[in-house]
Nanobody
Framework: QVQLVESGGGLVQAGGSLRLSCAAS????????MGWFRQAPGKEREFVVV????????YSADSVKGRFTISGENAKNTVYLQMNSLKPEDTAVYYC???????????????????WGQGTQVTVSS
């Protein structure tokens, strides 16, 4: 049974940093892409950043470029999201997701992902 479990969310002041973790289990993810999405109240789930499980080029939303970084630690089956220079508009529930790459995959879309975590709340105060 595949599980993605996020942790590390919390309350932080604007300009601060948080590191989210996503512990993956239940299968080999070497052919997968690992992404982070977020969903603010009343808004649709939106893409944040994605990377191949085995490392390589990452792709980020314009709103987080230069502030958020995705990384992985294969030995621990864990993916991280380092968030710096946080802004109040970053407040959302953050989700980890895994996508098996298919020819028609659009990794910027939530419907490309096969597995999801339960989410972790990030609140940035002004």
């Amino acid at each position: 049974q595949v599980q993605l479990v996020e942790s590390g969310g919390g309350l932080v002041q604007a300009g601060g940093s948080l590191r989210l973790s996503c512990a993956a289990s239940g299968r080999r993810f070497s052919s997968y892409f690992m992404g982070w999405f977020r969903q603010a109240p009343g808004k649709e789930r939106e893409f944040v950043v994605v990377m191949p499980w085995d490392g390589g080029t990452t792709y980020s939303a314009d709103s987080v470029k230069g502030r958020f970084t995705i990384s992985g630690e294969n030995a621990k089956n864990t993916v991280y999201l380092q968030m710096n220079s946080l802004k109040p508009e970053d407040t959302a529930v953050y989700y980890c997701a895994a996508a098996r790459l298919r020819p028609s995959s659009n990794l910027y879309r939530a419907d490309a992902y096969d597995y999801w975590g339960q989410g972790t709340q990030v609140t940035v105060s002004s």
